[in-house]
């Protein structure tokens, strides 16, 4: 389940739906376990119902983090991504308990490093959720809106969301550091690649998918640092939940 939390936190709906038909990274540069990661990203086929039962006042608060009170509507926002999410990699959704607890995991680490991330005096404006926001829906006119119902969003509950991945983006930009990606590591990833394809000759050469593997492999990096990161949060934190 980790790796469907981080998913949210980390790539978020907001990249998801900005990824949407952007193929200029080359497939063939990625593993099997890559390109796997990628299909689960996408929305589901079938819709996740959210009943009124699953559901809290938008007012409600449900959790009190360092003394920072969420309420109801944060949640629930939470709530039906992260179950659609669940859905997507085949977890078992019934459990309506475990959707909550992962929900609540959910806010609980995405509310520490937006606390992380004022503290180290980053901040987003406004106006540049709103620019953002302008372009991506622009680029997906034809996908947007049914995004944003397939994770139960509305623009405004869209934008919140979009604001913590900016704040993150500048968040691991600042304090998160990747080590440096050495050629042994990318002649191994190199390597597994071919090992995983089912006809190597479609493998392209190394030079030409080098730099695409650096790319990939400082990107996990940087998400295990980050993982790392929020866990020692969550160690120090005051966490108190009220549902």
Same mark, same amino acid.
């Given at each position: 389940?980790?790796?469907? =939390?981080?998913?949210?936190?980390?790539?978020?709906?907001?990249?998801?739906? !900005? !990824?949407?038909?952007? $193929?200029?990274?080359?497939? #063939?540069?990625?593993? #099997?376990?890559?390109?796997?990661?990628?299909?689960?990203?996408?929305?589901?086929?079938?819709?996740?119902?959210?009943?009124? /039962?699953?559901?809290?006042?938008?007012?409600?608060?449900?959790? &009190?983090? #360092?003394? +920072?009170?969420?309420?109801?509507?944060?949640? #629930?926002?939470?709530?039906?991504?992260?179950?659609?999410?669940?859905?997507?990699?085949?977890?078992?959704?019934?459990?309506?308990?475990?959707?909550?607890?992962?929900?609540?995991?959910?806010?609980?680490?995405?509310?520490?490093?937006?606390?992380?991330?004022?503290?180290?005096?980053?901040?987003?404006? %406004?106006?540049?959720?709103?620019?953002?926001?302008?372009?991506? /829906?622009?680029?997906?006119? %034809?996908?947007?809106?049914?995004?944003?119902?397939?994770?139960?969003?509305?623009?405004?509950?869209?934008?919140?969301?979009?604001?913590?991945?900016?704040?993150?983006?500048?968040?691991?930009?600042?304090?998160?550091?990747?080590?440096?990606?050495?050629?042994? +590591?990318? /002649?191994?990833?190199?390597?597994?690649? /071919?090992?995983?394809?089912?006809?190597?000759?479609? =493998?392209? *050469?190394?030079?030409?998918?080098? $730099?695409?593997? *650096?790319?990939?492999?400082?990107?996990?990096?940087?998400?295990?640092?980050?993982?790392? &990161?929020?866990?020692?949060?969550?160690?120090?934190?005051?966490?108190?939940?009220?549902?």
């Amino acid at each position: 389940m980790k790796k469907v =939390i981080m998913l949210v936190l980390v790539l978020g709906i907001a990249t998801i739906l !900005a !990824a949407c038909g952007d $193929d200029s990274a080359s497939d #063939n540069s990625k593993s #099997n376990d890559d390109k796997k990661s990628e299909e689960t990203a996408q929305p589901a086929t079938k819709d996740v119902k959210i009943t009124d /039962k699953e559901k809290v006042d938008s007012d409600k608060v449900v959790s &009190k983090i #360092n003394g +920072e009170e969420i309420t109801g509507k944060e949640y #629930n926002a939470s709530y039906a991504q992260t179950k659609t999410l669940m859905n997507q990699y085949g977890q078992d959704v019934s459990d309506l308990e475990n959707v909550k607890k992962q929900a609540l995991n959910v806010i609980v680490e995405q509310e520490l490093l937006k606390q992380e991330a004022k503290e180290q005096g980053i901040e987003v404006t %406004d106006k540049e959720v709103q620019k953002q926001f302008k372009t991506i /829906k622009e680029k997906n006119a %034809d996908q947007f809106k049914a995004v944003l119902d397939q994770y139960h969003l509305t623009e405004a509950t869209y934008k919140d969301q979009l604001a913590f991945e900016l704040t993150l983006q500048k968040y691991m930009k600042q304090e998160i550091k990747a080590e440096e990606i050495t050629d042994k +590591e990318v /002649k191994e990833y190199y390597s597994k690649l /071919k090992e995983q394809s089912k006809d190597a000759k479609t =493998i392209p *050469k190394l030079e030409e998918v080098k $730099d695409q593997i *650096k790319g990939q492999l400082k990107q996990q990096k940087q998400q295990q640092q980050l993982q790392a &990161k929020v866990e020692k949060l969550k160690e120090d934190a005051k966490i108190k939940h009220m549902i």
